[in-house]
């Protein structure tokens, strides 16, 4: 199946600043990629699909100003959480959809401080 | 509105043993239900799914079993393993939503040696 790549594993940064998260289809061309957040003991939420070449579509409830994604290439989409606050803080997963499935980045641990 | 319901939220069994984790679902146009394991800090991976013109699929120790008519699906862990103690998730999407998957949320299966 595919192969995604996320980076960084982790990050933690100061309230008020900016964090991109990478996410990279190594072996297949995705056009379109998922973006979720995951609080502590809890499941996946769909937060936005991105579309390569186009605007992303965001679920109802996510701010797109404020979770800015990006998915300028078929191997690269991106995920900035802009002017971050503590609320921001949660797991963060990147994932494509293949001939064999969905498969899910390693994720992104943010902590806002 | 919680499409994908999955019970019980946690579940203690013993090495050896089968450990059973429950999915019901709303959606009539779901048409692809996925199982995925996930470790602490890490993304989810695919174990198994099925689609719904299939009643059960079976793949090393991890058996789906599929009831159309009911609305539900199951995923039976044979032989549990203490490796096998992670936090597994039900899903199901539809190619008429897009193929967002939507996921229930979560079981955390424990393997007692």
């Known amino acids: 199946g595919a192969v995604v790549s996320q980076h960084p594993s982790r990050v933690i940064c100061k309230s008020g600043t900016s964090v991109k998260i990478e996410c990279r289809s190594l072996?297949?061309?995705?056009?379109?990629m998922f973006w979720y957040r995951q609080f502590p003991k809890k499941s996946l939420m769909l937060m936005a699909t991105?579309?390569?070449?186009?605007?992303?579509?965001?679920e109802q409830g996510v701010e797109k100003d404020k979770f800015l994604i990006n998915h300028a290439s078929l191997t690269l989409s991106t995920l900035t959480v802009t002017s971050a606050h503590p609320e921001d803080s949660s797991f963060y997963i990147c994932?494509?959809?293949?001939?064999?499935?969905?498969?899910f980045g390693s994720g992104t641990r943010l902590t806002v401080v | 509105q919680q499409q994908v319901k999955q019970s019980p939220q946690s579940l203690i069994v013993q090495k050896g043993g089968i450990s059973i984790i429950n999915c019901a679902y709303e959606?009539?146009?779901?048409?692809?239900f996925p199982w995925y394991q996930q470790f602490p800090g890490k993304g989810p991976a695919l174990l198994i799914a099925?689609?719904?013109?299939?009643s059960e699929k079976k793949e090393g120790r991890f058996t789906i079993s599929f009831n159309k008519s009911a609305k539900q699906f199951s995923l039976h862990i044979m032989d549990s393993q203490p490796g096998d103690s992670a936090t597994y998730f039900c899903?199901?999407?539809?190619?008429?939503?897009?193929?967002?998957?939507?996921f229930g949320g979560g079981t955390r299966v424990l393997v007692k040696p």
């Open positions: 991105s579309n390569e070449g186009s605007k992303a579509t965001y």
């Open positions: 994932s494509t959809r293949g001939a064999g499935g969905y498969t």
């Open positions: 959606n009539t146009a779901f048409d692809y």
């Open positions: 099925i689609r719904p013109d299939v």
């Open positions: 899903a199901a999407s539809s190619k008429a939503a897009g193929n967002k998957l939507t």
């Open positions: 072996d297949f061309q995705a056009t379109t």
